[in-house]
């Protein structure tokens, strides 16, 4: 294979536990270092199954909540309002609901003017820039629901109205979010490739063989977006973790050892 440009730290662990305890350690760490330089840190979360290792080892870091502002990148256009699918519903059960966190900022699917609900959270965005951005990655490369028919590495919105591809609309079902590919919303609003690529360090957990190829892509793909993960290997403080499953495509000499 040929050479691979990349500043991002990648590590491999041998299963989906470790791989989320140790992007646990690796995030709570670096909310201590920041919280000891500054009064309030910004986290943007993602809401997939991809991450329930990660955020549940979360939860057992000493972490001091009351000081973090907490986000999410993505949620689905017209689910009821208490669907469990609902991303910010995702994460209020398993981190949000559960820590005293002092601001948590939900994105409404359900808001009557969409362009102005993406409006008002890019505003909060702004208002509080991210710190830290825990993201996973799709199968078809996305990052929240930039789905490359929509992923520009030049977007002048920090919050937009997408419509989802089959392949992400399809991924949903494989993790079991739904029943059928009829029941998956074909809309959604995210966070934009430029608004995540603003945080200040990123932490991407990435396990499951369903997840290989896309991670391929990610490192070994032209930069462009197509392949929307492949934006990460321009950040400077980019840490991926992956478990054997996802990491089997990779070259041993792209990845770090496991600690």
């Known amino acids: 294979m040929g050479e691979v ?19 646990a350690v ?61 991303f910010g519903n995702f994460l209020k059960d398993r981190l949000f609901s559960r820590k005293p966190f002092r601001s948590v900022y939900y994105l409404d699917g359900n808001a009557p003017d969409l362009d102005a609900e993406c409006d008002r959270y890019a505003q909060l965005v702004k208002e509080n820039l991210p710190d830290i951005v825990c993201l996973g990655i799709g199968e078809n490369g996305h990052l929240a629901f930039n789905d490359p028919p929509v992923a520009d590495f030049e977007d002048s919105k920090t919050v937009k109205v997408v419509t989802l591809d089959s392949i992400c609309r399809q991924q949903q079902v494989n993790d079991g979010c739904f029943e059928l590919l009829a029941a998956v919303p074909a809309t959604a609003l995210t966070l934009t490739i430029p608004a995540l690529m603003k945080g ?43 478990d054997e499953e996802s990491a089997r495509l990779l070259d041993d000499e792209l990845l770090q050892p496991k600690e």
Request: proline share 6%; charged share 15%.
């Open 5 to 23: 440009k990349s500043t991002v730290r990648i590590k491999k662990y041998p299963a989906r536990q470790a791989m989320g305890e140790a992007a």
């Open 26 to 86: 690796a995030v709570a760490g670096q909310i201590g270092q920041l919280l000891q330089q500054q009064e309030v840190v910004s986290v943007i979360f993602a809401a997939a199954p991809s991450q329930n290792e990660f955020l549940e080892a979360l939860l057992l870091q000493e972490i001091d909540w009351t000081r973090i502002n907490a986000f999410h990148m993505d949620e689905y256009v017209g689910l009821p309002a208490d669907a469990p699918q609902g």
């Open 200 to 242: 200040t360090s990123l932490y991407c957990i990435v396990p499951s063989a369903a997840k290989a190829q896309a991670v391929y892509n990610t490192f070994y793909k032209a930069l462009s977006p197509l392949y929307p993960s492949t934006i990460l290997r321009t950040h400077r403080n980019a840490f991926v973790f992956l």
